[in-house]
């Protein structure tokens, strides 16, 4: 991690820069050029004339850099002649409103928590959207929290884009493709997290990997009804999902009674309300259920008998982040037990929260189950990152244990919600996500600085 220093500004007319008394340059003469996202402007660096171990900056160089006055913290690194001002991480989103108190929704909160982290790290984030983009000028009016409240200052073009979107839709839009092209073609901004997880395409992906082929459970796109018949011949029951869905909205358990030969189907209705149906044939099941829906859009997965908690089938939430170093760790694990006659574990479903301490208090098993999810969880990212493109950083994936204690993949998010985090037992995991998610971007940005080539997909 770069070292991280506090930072003081001071009047003066002239473009100077004091640097820390412990700071140890890589040559023996000072830079010549400051660096800040893709700003640059010459200055004259000299050793703090009090011999502080902190940054100083005049107001006149702090003013032409367009660094925001409350900034309290930074990291220093050099290349060449330049020495860099720390790391500026755009973090690109939509659902922007009037409000001050709320400037993005009900999601200000959370791009709240994530700003907060930023003086620890020595990173300067911000929150900006297509309209916030100053393209003559190569500034961007983003949105900045510094502990007492939203503000907008105007800054340079970022070192890095964290993506942010919330939605398929806001994603699928023109001008965001149009963006995005533009910030790394022509300015070689590294753009990470980009694209929402298609179901069936990342099965498809990785089923040939043999390195994870063992977690993932037969998954097909909707062919026949006999490929349903014959699914769940084998596996007792089977999930209807859509391929795009998020939240368990849409997903359908189907299940056969051999010796009533009926067939069941649970769900979740439009209102909300758990619901389980019978029907004499698959067929009249499906031409009912599905009435008006196209069966192209939902892909069939094999259903798994799972850990139970009071007969209520537990999953686990596993969030995976790459760190500062570009490495893969697992930063938070969860148990989720489904709600009483719910298909899916979410919470909007009558889904609760344990830890796993919870859920196995014998602490040999709590540590055999630890080890197993971190192990495929671990495994499963450098999968994904190798067959899915541009720069992954972080994912969330449902994972179960069927009662033989096999590991399986049901799903992987590369915006995970972050509803595991309301459990007492999980904040300090909360933290470290959102840490992690920016350290990821201090990792890009020294990639593109001294090993450009590298970055290039």
């Known amino acids: 991690m770069l070292k991280t220093y506090k930072i003081e500004q001071f009047r003066e007319k002239e473009y100077i ?6 700071w140890e340059p890589e040559k023996a003469d000072f830079p010549k050029t400051a660096v800040l996202g893709t ?39 050099t290349k060449d002649d330049c020495l860099y001002l720390g790391v500026l991480i755009g973090v690109f989103t939509s659902g922007f409103t009037n409000f001050k108190l709320s400037p993005i929704g009900e999601r200000s909160y959370f791009f709240r928590k994530l700003l907060s982290v930023q003086s620890s790290l020595g990173v300067i984030p911000f929150i900006f959207g ?34 942010r979107l919330p939605n398929r839709r806001s994603e699928k839009r023109k001008t965001y493709k149009e963006i995005k092209d533009r910030l790394q073609r022509e300015y070689g901004i590294p753009w990470y997290n980009p694209g929402f997880f298609n179901k069936l395409d ?24 006999e ?10 029951h089977v999930f209807i999902k859509p391929k795009n869905g998020s ?9 056969f009674d051999r010796q009533a030969q009926d067939y069941y189907c649970r769900f979740r209705d439009t209102e909300g309300k758990n619901r389980l149906v019978r029907f004499s044939s698959l067929e009249r099941l499906m031409n009912s259920v599905f009435k008006n829906r196209s069966l192209d859009s939902f892909l ?8 139970t908690e009071d007969s209520r089938p537990i999953d686990f939430r596993i969030h995976t982040n790459k760190d500062e170093k570009g490495s893969w760790q697992v930063s938070a694990m969860a148990g989720k037990v489904a709600g009483v006659g719910s298909v899916t574990s979410h919470a909007n479903n009558g889904g609760v929260v344990k830890s796993l301490a919870e859920l196995f208090p014998d602490p040999v098993r709590n540590t055999e189950v630890e080890r197993s999810l971190k192990e495929a969880a671990l495994r499963l990212s450098h999968a994904i990152e190798c067959n899915m493109e541009g720069y992954i950083g972080e994912i969330g994936f449902d994972l179960g244990i069927d009662e033989d204690g096999s590991i ?7 915006k995970p919600g972050r509803a595991i985090f309301s459990h007492p037992h999980l904040r300090n995991f909360d933290k470290l996500t959102r840490k992690l998610a920016l350290s990821f971007g201090v990792f890009l940005s020294q990639q593109a600085l001294h090993h450009p080539e590298e970055l290039m997909q």
């Open 130 to 163: 297509e309209k916030h983009i100053d393209w003559e000028n190569g500034l961007v009016n983003g949105y900045f929290h510094f502990g007492d409240g939203w503000v907008t200052e105007t800054v340079p073009f970022p070192n890095v884009i964290y993506d």
């Open 300 to 307: 069939i997965q094999q259903g798994i008998s799972l850990l």
């Open 227 to 236: 490929e349903i018949e014959r699914m769940l011949s084998l596996y007792k």
């Open 39 to 77: 700003k640059r402007q010459g200055v004259v660096c000299k050793r703090h004339p009090n011999g502080r171990n902190v940054i100083g900056i005049s107001s006149a160089l702090a003013k032409s850099m367009n660094l925001p006055e409350k900034v309290t913290a930074l990291s220093l690194y």
């Open 408 to 414: 399986w993949m049901f799903e992987a998010n590369s």
């Open 202 to 225: 990342l099965f498809e992906r990785l089923e040939s990997d043999e390195s994870v082929s063992q977690y993932l459970p037969e998954t097909h796109s909707f062919q026949s009804f």
């Open 247 to 255: 939240l368990g909205n849409g997903i359908h358990k189907l299940t």
């Open 17 to 22: 820069l004091y640097l820390p008394s412990r």
